[in-house]
């Protein structure tokens, strides 16, 4: 349809029969447009990434719990690295969403873009403390802060996300705006970054590291909660079956529970390898997250591609139509003309009667012959105009057409004008041309002779002969070949 059930893409379709999956790209021909559609008919995959899910929540469990000791890592600089990179794969997710979001415009890709955004500048403070650039706190003071910056950056991501879930909810229900206003997000986003380093920088926080407990970093339990919290949404959401780029943010979330779960709270030391792995799931988690919106802004653009070919395929066919059309009732309203101007200059008395009796049509000669007006006949009937004397003979043609019957012979009734003049029978396809209203008279109802019927029937075969070529002419243009078998009049 062109217009339409109007959701971007299809509804996801089940499994392929026999262990085989559905393909993921069709070609769609659009009737009467002639035009192809690549636009992806989306595969149910939710069987696959349920278990890619559990596979990875397993596997960095595992890695987290298991009876093998993780190295130790002797190179301190890696920290600073690995948050460089996370720092700008934060702004270039963050940015990335809002391209995303003001391209077609949902909620969730606003709260998406302002939290990595967000998170970015706290990333910033993070690489700067840690590193030592700015500010002078001792040893333990930087160890604590640089923790603290790091569950905040956590916790103020894993917020965003799932309040992105959030307002997708909102607006499923029909409890919020379809598109949630920028600057309100946008202003949130900023006084509560602000008001996180301003507390970072000012008041002093410490007893965020207890290297002597089981659980050495207990607040990352926090960020924790929400990400478990935000995955467990977009799961009921149910979008991750057939979608990438939610497909891509679940794995992100799975990511970012373990490291913020997992690692990060039993990291004992500064540098140790919990730590390290923290960092690094980390960067993946926000690498899935950009795989996952280059899909989607590859998908968006790709389907605003192929809907606007679609839609100049339409207007084309349209516009196609329209002239056909125009030319159709041109040469229709021609033809009309043609015909009309044909009956109404014939000299015979032509008409058309309704079922029941009622005159439909007659033209000029019938008017001028049996001396009635316009106005006087829309009361006439037929049996008005023929003459007494013929209308028990003639009574059954109105039955006849009222029931659709055949008609069992023809009849030549004598027939009367206005004021009861009469007009004798005559044989069939006689001339039946008068000599006007004060001079009219028809023909002797005594049989024709020879010689007359030989006139009449030569009459005859000449108007059918007339009708017939007329009637060709119109149908099929003024320069077509004469119909097969007639005669010119």
Known sequence: HLAGDHRPVAEPLSGGTGGQETP?????????????????????????????????????????????????????????????????????????????????????????????LGSGFLNVFHVLVSTGLVGSWTPLETRDLSAWSFTASGAYLALF????????????????PDNPGEVPVYLTAGALAILTLTVFSLVPVTAASFPGSPIPQPGEFFPTLLLLLAFSGYLTKGKWRYDSFEHWLAISLVIGMMAHGAFMPFAAEFHDA???????????????????????????????????????????????EIDVRRTAERVLQESEERLQD???????????????????????????????????????????VLHPSCLDRCAGFPRCRREGGPLRREHECPCQGRGGRGYPEHPQGHDRRARGPQGNRGVSGKPPGPCREHRGRHLVGGSVASVNHLQYRVLHGPRSPHWPGATRP
């Open 24 to 116: 993921a790209f069709k070609k769609r021909v659009l009737p009467g447009l002639g035009f192809e559609s690549q636009l992806p008919l989306r595969t149910d995959k939710s069987v696959q990434r349920a278990m890619l899910y559990f596979f990875i929540f397993v596997v960095l469990l595992i890695g987290a719990f298991g009876p093998v000791p993780p190295p130790r890592v002797t190179n301190p600089s890696l920290h600073d690295v690995l948050e460089t990179l996370a720092t700008g794969l934060s702004f270039v997710v963050g940015s990335l969403a809002l391209v995303r979001f003001y391209t077609k415009k949902e909620g969730a890709f606003l709260f998406i873009g302002t939290g990595f």
């Open 274 to 320: 919990d730590f390290y792995v923290a960092h690094i799931l980390k960067v993946l988690g926000n690498t899935c997250v950009l795989i996952g919106l280059m899909a989607s802004v590859y998908s968006t653009y790709r389907r605003e591609e192929e809907a606007g070919e679609l839609a100049f395929a339409a207007n084309t066919a349209l516009a196609r």
């Open 342 to 384: 044909f009956l109404d200059n014939a000299h015979d008395l032509i008409q058309s009667v309704s079922r029941r009796g009622e005159f439909v049509y007659v033209n000029s000669a019938w008017l001028e012959i049996l001396g009635y007006s316009e106005d006087e006949l829309k009361g006439l009937t037929l049996q008005d």
């Open 161 to 176: 996300l799932f309040v992105s879930w959030i307002s997708w909810r909102r607006e499923f229900q029909g409890k919020g």
